[in-house]
Structures are given as C-alpha cells and as structure tokens.
C-alpha cells in the first residue's frame, strides 16, 4: 500500500526549487520566444517557451529525487517526466509557468509557478510564486498558509481587504467587469494562479476566475488551499464552498477577504452567467 508524502515535509523540501524554477522564470522573461504547441485548441494553450521547460525541469529534478512514488500532472513534456509513475494514491500537479501568452510573453498581468500535492484527489499541500511580483507563498491542509517576499523569511499570512484591486479572468465578460466596476473595483487581469491567491496581495482585496464554457482546471486550484489557510472566502459560482476534490466541476473561482466583496463577486459571476 502507498504511503502518501507528509504534506508538510514536501513543502519544505520543495520551496527551494520553487524559488529556483521562479528566478528562472524571471531571468529569461523577455529574452524568450513562443514555441507553440501542434494540436491545442487554442493560442493560449498552445503558448510555450523555452523558460516554462526550463522551469518544470528545475522542480521535476528534486521531486524526482525526494518523492518518486507520486504520479505526475505537469503541464509541459519535458525529459524528467517519463520517470514518474502512471498510477498512485498521490498526485503532484506542476504548472511551471502559469499565463505564459498573455501575462508572460504580453505582460499583460501577474504570471505564477504553481505546484500542488493531492491525496486521493484533494490539495494536501500547495506551493506558488509570482516571479514578477518577488512573492511565493505555501499551505498545508489545516496547517495555516506562509508567505515570502523576494528573499525574506516564510511568516504566517492571513488574507486582507487590502485596497480595491481585484484579480480576474483576462476574458471575464464586460457585464460581470461593469458590476465590478459599479461597486468602486479596479479590475486588472491576471493568471489563474494570481487570481487563486489575490487576497494576499498587497493592493489587492479579491479574486474572479470565470471559464464560461468549462471548469477551473486543477492548476488553477492549487492556489485555492493557499487562500482558505490564510482565511480568505472561497466560492463557487453561486456563493457555495468551493470544491475540495480537484476533479469536481465549477466553472468559477471567487476569492475574498471580507463578505461584502464577496457578495460583489456572487453579483459579477451571475451577470458573466446570463451572459454566456
């Protein structure tokens, strides 16, 4: 029988390479070129550059070493990724560069590294950074959630109403974006993994992530775990907790520090619904 990773021993063994896939990441930002991918259904998912390859190797590498048992969801087929096993209780999810069109290579946004660990399809520990942005950020279920700016020590951090920016989806419809604006929001576009840990976010009070014609993607959730440990609201379309098991549907991710900005979000999202 496997025996799943220690939450917490995972983390700790992996925030260094999460620093490294970051620094990475930022190094060659704007130094490198779309590479796109055959056969996706879209630019943005066919979006590839040579630092989202060199980023996952820097994570694949060490989990590789330290937890070889657990199967494997990585978001690009890089070298390492053959070793890992097709079956198991544990699954580790890695998006090493998520936004790489629009908020990488555009700059139109926050970009993030994620990294999660699941057990039987629920998020045990989450790990994710904003290169740009100097931040990184972990959480172990029922452990509290730490965060770290640029090169300072991990503290506890706990999800405020911090200015009136909110995060959202790049193509969230304009009625959902005019209710936000209408309740005195500053609406910025961001990657899913910016959105997931909006809360936390100097300036930032909330965050809306809207996929109208499908479900938040289980790399978009890896920030969820992030976000609830640290004591944020986090919903679904219609107000209802967001789902623990990664594979449940829910075409919408709300994030906020306070009731009232939630309630503004449970608003954005019906009118982003009547309008898809």
Known sequence: METPPNPARFAEALAPAMRQAASTARALEGKVANRPKAGEATDVKAALTLADQACQEALLVPLWKQFSQVRLEAEEDTPSVEHFPKQGRSLVVIDPIDGTLRFY?????????ILGLATDDVYQASLL?????GCFFQAIRAGGALGVWEQGRFEPV???ADGRRVY?????????VKVLRDAGLEVAP???GAISVAPLLPGVCAGLRWVGGGTVSIRGRVGALISSEAGALVRGENGEPF????REPARALLLAADEADLVTLEKAAAAAAAAA
Do not use: F, K
């Not at 290579?105 to 590294?113: F, T, W």
């Not at 959202?168 to 959902?176: E, G, N, T």
């Open 243 to 246: 789902p623990d098991d990664i």
């Open 168 to 176: 959202v989806s790049h193509d969230l419809p304009q009625p959902a």
């Open 105 to 113: 290579l555009e700059g139109r946004g926050p970009y993030a590294v």
């Open 190 to 192: 961001a990657c899913g």
């Open 158 to 160: 706990q999800a405020t």
């Open 129 to 133: 950074a904003l290169p740009r942005e």
